[in-house]
Nanobody, 114 residues
Framework: QVQVVESGGGLVQPGGSLRLSCAAS????????MEWYRQGPGKQREWVAS???????NYADSVKGRFTISGDTGKGTVYLQMNSLKSEDTAVYYC????????WGQGTQVTVSS
């Protein structure tokens, strides 16, 4: 069994920053990639960013230049540094661990509001 736990969410003013963390633990598993998704109020879940076991990173256009994904997939840890936050970034942020089976975390709430 694999556990995926996100942390670091909270309330921040527009223009502020937050750093999300994701940690995966459990039985032996080989991680192919770790990704961040988000689901805003009344919206579908959308992909935000990803990093692969060979270090390739990708970002959604909506966050490119503002968010940075980093971490060590070999250790099951990934971070999402979010800068210049906007109200439209308000969402529950989820971590997805891609291995032979995909594992989701429970999500962490990010609220951007003055």
């Amino acid at each position: 069994q694999v556990q995926v736990v996100e942390s670091g969410g909270g309330l921040v003013q527009p223009g502020g920053s937050l750093r999300l963390s994701c940690a995966a633990s459990g039985s032996d598993f080989s991680i192919v990639a770790m990704e961040w998704y988000r689901q805003g109020p009344g919206k579908q879940r959308e992909w935000v960013a990803s990093t692969s076991s060979i270090g390739i990173t990708n970002y959604a256009d909506s966050v490119k230049g503002r968010f940075t994904i980093s971490g060590d997939t070999g250790k099951g840890t990934v971070y999402l540094q979010m800068n210049s936050l906007k109200s439209e970034d308000t969402a529950v942020y989820y971590c997805l661990v891609r291995s032979r089976i995909d594992y989701w975390g429970q999500g962490t709430q990010v609220t951007v509001s003055s």
